[in-house]
């Protein structure tokens, strides 16, 4: 059963930064490219930002370009997103996303309990 849990969310005035964290358990970290997306209230969720598995590639939606980079850890099994120049429109609850591309369990996405992120303007 492969675990994923977020943190690092909370709250912050406009322009300020915040780095949040999804720790992964229970399979190969380095067979899962990584994302995080973002739910506001009432609103679908939607892509924020994507990590290959050796973490060469990234994507990252046009919203936060130049303000946020996702990064990975392999060794700690950990995933990053750096938040810079927040802005209120940024408030969400973010999920942290891992989708298998090897393995046994290939074809299978996960997901972790989301962290809320409130940007006071």
């Known amino acids: 059963q492969v675990q994923l849990v977020e943190s690092g969310g909370g709250l912050v005035q406009a322009g300020g930064s915040l780095r949040l964290s999804c720790a992964a358990s229970g399979h190969t970290f380095s067979n899962y490219a990584m994302g995080w997306f973002r739910q506001a209230p009432g609103k679908e969720r939607e892509f924020v930002a994507s990590i290959s598995r050796s973490g060469g590639s990234t994507l990252y939606a046009d919203s936060v370009k130049g303000r946020f980079t996702i990064s990975r850890d392999n060794a700690k099994n950990t995933v990053y997103l750096q938040m810079n120049s927040l802005k209120p429109e940024d408030t969400a609850v973010y999920y942290c996303?891992?989708?298998?591309?090897?393995?046994?369990?290939?074809?299978?996405?996960?997901w972790g309990q989301g962290t809320q992120v409130t940007v006071s303007s």
């Open positions: 996303k891992g989708s298998s591309v090897s393995g046994t369990d290939i074809g299978h996405d996960y």
